[in-house]
């Protein structure tokens, strides 16, 4: 489980294509404190270190993941928004973020006001009963409030200090993003199906 908050920012430094699967090898900050099987929120998607070299790191997403992320488009140099897991004890600062991403969704639009940026996601229609206004939404691995609901689009605001210390400077109009939708939302929508 991870709450959002992102630790550090990587750079994918190598990707080589293995039996259908992608392994990535990331240089971050906080590589060389991780350990080999551990879970790891890449871009909000939940990977497990399979091997530890300096500051670099490596992890195998298969073809599950990469059909239902933006992984399958990475390449080298990009920035990629890293967490790691929660500790139990500890402040819950974002929301409960399982890593399991649900898809992807457009940008839009991206505008700035007053300071802030502004991001425009498009995303399936058939997930719309997921989203509430003022409810959270995990984009790229980031924690954030979602608002102006409209249909299968929505908003959601970056704050300076999330713009420079996550990958959201990177994004621009028609970049796909992953995006996990807030587990409570989705156990209430299965459970009204029955």
Request: hydrophobic content about 40%; overall charge negative.
């Amino acid at each position: 489980m991870f709450t959002g908050i992102i630790e550090s920012l990587g750079k994918i430094t190598g990707v080589k294509a293995d039996r259908g699967n992608i392994d990535f090898t990331i240089e971050s900050d906080i590589s060389a404190s991780l350990k080999v099987d551990q879970s790891v929120s890449h871009n909000g998607v939940c990977l497990t270190v399979t091997e530890i070299n300096n500051n670099t790191h490596t992890v195998t997403a298969v073809k599950e993941t990469l059909d239902k992320s933006s992984l399958k488009n990475f390449s080298i140099n990009n920035l990629i928004n890293l967490e790691r897991a929660m500790k139990l004890g500890e402040r819950l600062d974002g929301h409960l973020v399982q890593g399991h991403v649900d898809g992807v969704a457009k940008c839009i639009g991206v505008s700035v006001n007053h300071g802030s940026w502004i991001y425009k996601f498009e995303f399936d229609t058939r997930n719309e009963m997921l989203l509430i206004e003022k409810g959270s939404i995990c984009i790229n691995g980031v924690s954030l409030t979602v608002f102006d609901i409209i249909k299968n689009t929505f908003k959601v605001t970056i704050i300076p200090y999330t713009y420079e210390n996550t990958s959201f400077k990177t994004i621009k109009e028609d970049d796909v993003v992953n995006i996990e939708f807030d587990m409570i939302g989705k156990y209430l929508a299965r459970f009204n199906k029955q």
